[in-house]
């Protein structure tokens, strides 16, 4: 199988070096969120590894989605946003004061203070994926390969591709999202989302929320001199058009 049958891509200073199989991240690393079929290089001879999740993928016919079950997808997404929220932040921890004091220049106080992080052994897909996508032969995204995803300002990270502390590049994509759910509200984020999947290819590195929050991070990682993230969010995201109170 050659690579560009894998749909493997490369993104600027993104590179994956890791076993994939132990969830092992080496060093240097930059793998903020990544999904296997996202935005990184990955070493010639660990291609097998991710090419196995592409091969079960080739059976896979996109099809067109309805804008019925498109609709149904941002309604599911949203209650599973939710629920997830209310069932992780209680036991989320808050950022190490040092990690909260290097990303300071970042994000403002109340975004940094709002983030819980919560380790669990894996990332789960929601329940509806099973009775409506796989019968669809959609190449829906497997949350069980992403490495941390955000619900609302609860950080899940996956302890089967991170071991010990998170980079903080990684932190910084999750709290990019933790933005853009409080100027969007939940069911904004939910519809941004999923129709940035829809319409552009099913492909989780053009969806644009996740474009943003991997060039935000880039942006940190290259230079890391001071910018506001809120500030930067706020401009592609008018004012909080859509917000709602969703979780407290
Ligand atoms: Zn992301």
Redesign the pocket.
Known sequence: MRISECGIKTVSGFRLNAKLETGFWGPGTLDP?LFLFGPVTVDFHLFSAACSFQAESETIVPVRLSENTTYYLIRMGSAWIKRQREQYHPRGKPLPPETRASLAPFFIPETLESVRIVRVPLIENPAFYGTLLTSRKIPLLDFRRAAGIVFVDTVLLSSRFLSGPPPLSLLF?EIV?VVQYRLLGVSEFSRRYVLGWVENGYRYEAIPL?QQ?YSLTARYVQSQEEFSVDLEVEKTIPSCSGKEETTE
């Open positions: 969120g994509h999202h996740e929050a």
